[in-house]
């Protein structure tokens, strides 16, 4: 390639690139956007990136300050566009949540997101499944029931993990990656597992022990990062969590 070749394809490479900011920039949705303007409420400094795979009933949906929410996410309630039987609340989020890319979140009758909760990357969160005791019908056509979803505030929620209906997260829980949880879990516990099962917990004055007796210990103020990761004495916690992302 001669240099007028690689000028040119720099050029184009610059411009394509500060496009697609641009689109991207343009295409997000905030408080002070149309389609900010239709959510039930969507507090400020709160923003979903764009392109957004799917926002279907967003009137139903209220969000608190400063959220995030990743790129290509699917926000849906209720079984369609207009559905008349979805409720007003149907799907609530706390402050300073945010929600990892290719999130699909799908209300029926009410998911509740804490404040400070954290989503990994392509996290599945519903109320609602499907029947099946009809042996000639579509499994499709048949709509089970309904069961209200909460997480607590200030959990993680790993990459491609599922929280099925009627799930009662706890506040400060870890579930790790690719774990499906339903049922409930406690304050201050890891679970792990299809389906998700405790693998350790929090013991006030104690520390964070599994089921075989191993104890990590309470270390305040650990954030992720290199000058956790090269901390002597966090680098067990920091060892022990990084599966969980």
Do not use: K
């Not at 499944?129 to 505030?153: K, N, T």
């Not at 491609?160 to 049922?183: C, D, F, T």
């Amino acid at each position: 390639m001669n240099p007028l070749q690689r000028s040119a394809l720099d050029l184009a490479h610059r411009a394509v690139q500060i496009g697609h900011r641009c689109v991207e920039r343009a295409g997000e949705v905030t408080p002070d956007t149309r389609t900010g303007r239709r959510f039930g409420a969507l507090g400020p400094g709160s923003l979903i990136g764009y392109p957004q795979a799917s926002l279907v009933n967003i009137e139903r949906m209220h969000f608190g300050r400063d959220v995030l929410v990743g790129r290509h996410a699917t926000l849906a309630i209720g079984y369609g566009p207009g559905d008349p039987y979805a409720p007003d609340r149907a799907l609530v989020v706390g402050d300073r949540a945010v929600l990892g890319a290719r999130i699909t979140i799908t209300a029926h009758e009410s998911i509740v997101i804490g404040d400070d909760v954290f989503f990994g990357q392509n996290v599945f969160v519903t109320d609602a499944s499907h029947g099946y005791q009809d042996p000639e019908l579509p499994i499709g056509r048949q709509f089970g029931p309904h069961a209200p979803v909460s997480i607590g505030a200030g959990s993680w929620i790993g990459h491609g993990a599922m929280i099925l209906p009627g799930a009662q997260i706890g506040r400060n829980v870890v579930v790790a990656a690719g774990s499906v949880v339903r049922g409930s879990v406690p304050d201050r516990a890891i679970v792990a597992g299809t389906p998700a099962r405790i693998v350790r917990s929090f013991e006030p004055g104690v520390g964070w022990a599994d089921r075989h007796g191993d104890v990590r210990p309470i270390v305040p103020g650990v954030f992720s990062g290199v000058q956790a990761l090269a901390t002597p004495e966090t680098s067990d916690v920091v060892e022990d969590s990084l599966p969980l992302t």
